[in-house]
């Protein structure tokens, strides 16, 4: 193979491999997908990337690990996360609420996402449904 034609291989491949890191990055444009994506994430047990679509404020507030924690007592509770039923949107002043009504193997619960204008989680709460 000629030098130039390694060249042009070598300057492909990077090129995918950039187009493709980008497009796993992309920041959802709409609340319910980041909210679903956040609650999809730390389900798989990836918390660390799930606090990354975290705002400022909630990342001194809630760690990764803390996340972890309250899922893992979540999952005590109620079993293994088996998906979502509904999701609703509303907004309220400058964000949007994202509501997830969350299916466990023995039971349900809320899990309530604030999300800010810049696409950012703002906030962050589970509720036992009763």
Not at 57 to 75: H, P, Y
Not at 104 to 129: E, L, T
Request: net charge positive.
């Amino acid at each position: 193979m000629s030098h130039r034609k390694r060249i042009i291989l070598l300057a492909l491949v990077l090129l995918t491999s950039v187009l493709v890191g980008c497009a796993a990055h992309r920041v959802p444009t709409d609340a319910k997908t980041l909210a679903m994506q956040v609650v999809d994430k730390i389900a798989s047990g990836n918390c660390d990337e799930a606090v990354g679509s975290f705002d400022a404020k909630m990342k001194t507030d809630v760690s990764a690990g803390t996340l972890s924690e309250e899922w893992q007592q979540i999952t005590k509770a109620y079993g293994a996360y088996k998906g979502e039923t509904f999701v609703r949107t509303r907004k309220k002043q400058k964000y949007d609420i994202v509501l997830i009504d969350c299916r466990f193997a023995q039971g349900s619960a809320y899990i309530v996402v604030a999300v800010d204008p810049q696409k950012q989680v703002a906030g962050f709460n589970i509720y036992a449904k009763h």
